[in-house]
């Protein structure tokens, strides 16, 4: 049994500090639960990776060491932050767990041992730029491990032992990595080649939404067949976001592959001029962070 979010299309997550579940895209919180709701079973185990997992299996195999773990049960407070990496570079502290944020423009003298684990997540992401922020967040990682001086390592936790972006990565080969990868955007067609305009439809209705973004489409095609046919552009698309539904809402997600004019705005605009459902939303974003 997995414990779903009432209004997202995701799993809850356990928090073993106030011991509850919440959902990470809408904030939902429920009490635990104490037995199974299909079987009635009272024995559950949680399973799962994140960073209380890892302290205790921390604290099994290293029992005098002092760990400092960082994630929203620990850093509540404004100063949370500040205070623990005070206490970590005045080694009060020996272990550091965190999620990304601690790799990025930190230095912390003495460290020279550095993990990181789950790293294969974004080479199965749906976002062209999975590739670049795996690399950034990797360089940034063995960075810190580098900075002590002497003899440092980083252990990178991957099924994709032989991906070059690992490789190039571990030997922080800048040149090699842009190389390969303004090769592949050129070849897929992806900025800087291009521009990315994201449209999303929004709806508490499941078909509204998806019938709201097919006729966004439709509306493109037949545009660029008549009065805006000078305008070239690739359509993927639309299909259900990543997480389809968040705070009771169904989400669609179209992408066009295009250039930022004034013409291709037009074109969007007059599209977009489609009889509102209920609730209906739709939103645009050009050239937006990420794709999911």
């Not at 009635?40 to 205790?56: A, F, H, I, R």
């Not at 990496?85 to 003298?109: C, N, W």
């Not at 939303?281 to 999911?292: A, F």
């Amino acid at each position: 049994y997995t414990a779903v979010c009432e209004d997202c299309s995701v799993s809850m997550t356990y928090h073993s500090a106030n011991n509850r579940m919440m959902c990470h895209y809408c904030g939902k919180s429920v009490p635990a639960l104490k037995k199974c709701p299909e079987c009635g079973n009272e024995y559950l185990k949680y399973s799962g990776v994140g960073t209380q997992k890892l302290e205790e299996e921390l604290k099994l195999l290293f029992k005098d060491a002092r760990i400092l773990r960082l994630d929203a049960d620990t850093t509540l407070s404004r100063d949370s932050f500040s205070t623990a990496f005070r206490d970590f570079s005045e080694h009060k502290y020996d272990i550091m767990i965190g999620t990304q944020m601690v790799a990025k423009g930190l230095d912390f003298p003495g460290v020279d041992l550095v993990g990181v684990i789950g790293t294969d997540r974004a080479f199965y992401s749906d976002d062209y730029r999975g590739f670049e922020r795996t690399f950034s967040l990797l360089t940034q990682v063995i960075g810190r491990a580098g900075r002590s001086g002497g003899n440092s390592e980083a252990v990178i936790q991957t099924n994709n032992v032989g991906d070059n972006v690992i490789a190039f990565a571990s030997r922080q080969d800048y040149k090699a990595f842009y190389a390969e990868e303004i090769l592949t955007r050129k070849v897929m067609i992806y900025p800087p080649y291009c521009d990315i305009c994201m449209v999303v439809t929004s709806s508490t209705d499941n078909i509204v939404s998806e019938s709201a973004a097919n006729e966004i489409k439709n509306n493109i095609i037949n545009g660029i067949t008549d009065k805006f046919k000078d305008i070239k552009l690739f359509i993927l698309g639309p299909i259900p976001a990543s997480v389809i539904k968040v705070n009771g809402k169904y989400r669609y997600r179209m992408l066009i592959k295009c250039k930022n004019s004034r013409e291709f705005r037009n074109l969007l605009r007059e599209s977009m001029s489609i009889k509102r459902k209920g609730d209906l939303s739709v939103y645009v974003d050009m050239n937006p962070e990420t794709v999911l």
